[in-house]
C-alpha cells in the first residue's frame, strides 16, 4: 500500500477544484457546455478593514463552487484513491 498522507489530498483536492473553475469558466462561453459554470458564491461582499494607524489590514474571502470544480474534487478523490 502507498504512503497516502493529509498533504497529498488537499493538494489534490486545491488543484481540482482550481482546474474545475478554470474549465467551467472556459465552458461558459459554450452554450451546450454553460451548465458546467453554473455554481453559488459565498463569503464576504466587500472586504473587513482594520484601521490601526500605522497598519492597515484587509480581510476578504469569496468561494465560487460550480459543477465543474465538483467534477473536479470528484476526479481529484478517484486520482487520490488509486495512488
Do not use: C, H
Request: charged share 5%; hydrophobic share 60%.
Amino acid at each position: 500500500m502507498s504512503n497516502k498522507n493529509f498533504w497529498t489530498l488537499l493538494i489534490l483536492l486545491l488543484t481540482g477544484i482550481v482546474l474545475g473553475g478554470f474549465l467551467g469558466s472556459l465552458a461558459d462561453g459554450i452554450s451546450w457546455l454553460s451548465w458546467l459554470n453554473f455554481g453559488q458564491s459565498f463569503g464576504l461582499d466587500e472586504p473587513l478593514v482594520l484601521n490601526l494607524g500605522m497598519l492597515i489590514i484587509t480581510f476578504g474571502l469569496s468561494i465560487k463552487i460550480t459543477m465543474a470544480s465538483i467534477f473536479g474534487v470528484a476526479a481529484a478523490l478517484l486520482i487520490y484513491r488509486y495512488i
